[in-house]
């Protein structure tokens, strides 16, 4: 589980440096989280997931700002379609249900949330939206339904739900509290993630 070393990962300079670090540090972490996540929405949905570990090879210069693992029903990728993620950011882990990078459908993924808006706003309190992939911010539920909006009229609009820790929370100090509050969070994003797929 992840612990104050993980976090610490995104101080190490340079790219080839902090993707060892990563690489030693985290991605193990992915491993180990991401495997039971499979087995659990194999297990839910009866249909085959597959893991992805980010290994941020288009990066020349820059090291990566954070870092991920994505959890989807495709073999070669994850990103064409929603899927689920979790990942670290330097001040907080995330556990979203991803909607990035323009996936087919984009629009009727989108037309479908809104037209089902109470599968959001029966979540926990906790929950929280992100807008774009590539940056820190997060924005309370409240947020949800413009972003929905956005999210069906603009072409390069993104959308993730779900929950985070925070780098500080006295969840960490429990590795089997923390991997449960994980479990929990994708349990309840289901009901949204099966709105979401193809009519059979």
């Given at each position: 589980m992840f612990t104050e070393k993980s976090f610490e990962v995104f101080n190490v300079s340079g790219l080839e440096e902090r993707m060892t670090a990563i690489r030693e540090v985290i991605q193990s972490d992915f491993q180990e989280i991401g495997t039971t996540l499979v087995a659990d929405l194999?297990?839910?949905?009866?249909?085959?997931?597959?893991?992805?570990?980010?290994?941020?090879?288009?990066?020349?210069?820059h090291p990566p700002e954070n870092t991920w693992a994505a959890v989807g029903e495709g073999k070669r990728g994850y990103k064409m379609a929603p899927h689920f993620q979790v990942g670290i950011w330097p001040e907080y882990v995330f556990m979203w249900l991803s909607m990035i990078d323009q996936p087919k459908g984009q629009k009727e993924f989108a037309t479908k949330l809104l037209q089902n808006m109470s599968l959001l706003e029966q979540l926990p309190a906790d929950f929280v939206i992100s807008k774009d992939h590539t940056q820190p911010d997060y924005f309370p539920l409240?947020?949800?339904?413009?972003?929905?909006?956005?999210?069906?009229?603009?072409?390069?609009?993104?959308?993730?739900?779900?929950?985070?820790?925070?780098?500080?929370?006295?969840?960490?100090?429990n590795p089997k509290t923390a991997a449960h509050f994980m479990k929990e969070t994708y349990r309840q994003l289901l009901p949204i993630y099966a709105l979401l797929q193809p009519n059979d």
């Open positions: 194999q297990q839910a949905l009866d249909r085959p997931f597959y893991l992805h570990i980010a290994q941020h090879r288009r990066r020349t210069v409240t947020e949800a339904k413009p972003a929905l909006e956005r999210l069906a009229k603009v072409k390069k609009s993104e959308f993730q739900i779900g929950r985070i820790i925070q780098r500080d929370s006295d969840i960490w100090l």
